[in-house]
Structure formats: structure tokens, C-alpha cells
């Protein structure tokens, strides 16, 4: 499939998606639902039936979550990928953030020290200012 067929057949989709989901899974099949951005396909996969089984299957979730402002949903969401096996930096981020918005400071301090255990296995200077800025929030959130 030429790239130009492809683009105009995932707009396609991501239309009729919005539109009459039923429709688009009648007229694509599952053939573009990876093609889809992780948090999309995770709601995607929620709409269908399919349960959540990965780490980044509940962590995405629980992102949509967060942007529905369900912040309690998102941090039982997040917590869940974690029980699953999920081990990586964002999660923590996420879930500290999270818990910072329920007002649970301590909850947040210590998933948001998680994070910056976690992230500091990335060498990047991208990660290192991240983690500084993690730590200044971290200072601020126990006074």
C-alpha cells in the first residue's frame, strides 16, 4: 500500500471512528487499530471487550482517565499496571501526578521518587532535566 493510500485510508478510519465506531470496524476490520496513537488503541480495545491484560494496556487507560479529569479511576488505572508487572518510568510519573491531585502528598512523593529511581537508567540529557524538575516538585510537595 503506497504511503498516500495508507494515510487517506487511517484518516478515513480515525473519521469513521469518531463518527459510528461499528461502521469503522465494519468497513477496516482490526487491520488499523494498532495504527492508532497507544492511548487510542487502548480505548479502542476497551470499547471492543478486549481486557486490558499489559502494564501499557492500564497505563494508557488510565491516561485517558486523567484527561477525563477521573483522576480516582486513573490511579487505580495506573496502580493496576504497576501490580501487573509495569516498571517504567512513566507510570510513576503519572501515578504521582495523580495522587498529587487526589491530595495525597505522600502517595505522590514516593511514586514520584519512583520515577526518578527509574529514570535515571536513561542516559539522556532530555531525562536528567526531567528528573530535576522531578526533584524540585518532590522538595515542593513535602514543605
Known sequence: MSESLYSEQLRLFNEQLRKSPRRAYN???????YS????????????LGINPTSAY??????????LAERHEDAAKLYETAVEVGGD?????NNL?????????????????????DLA??????????EIREVKSHIRQLKG
Open 96 to 116: 504521582g501526578l495523580t495522587y498529587e491531585k487526589l491530595g495525597k502528598k505522600s502517595k505522590a512523593v514516593n511514586a514520584l521518587q519512583k520515577f526518578a
Open 57 to 66: 494496556d492500564f497505563y494508557n487507560l488510565g491516561v485517558l482517565a486523567n
Open 27 to 33: 468497513m477496516f476490520g482490526l487491520s488499523l487499530l
Open 88 to 92: 517504567f518510568p512513566e507510570i510513576y
Open 36 to 47: 492508532l496513537e497507544a492511548g487510542e488503541v487502548a480505548r479502542e480495545k476497551h470499547r
Open 120 to 129: 535515571k537508567k536513561e542516559d539522556s540529557e532530555e531525562m536528567k532535566s
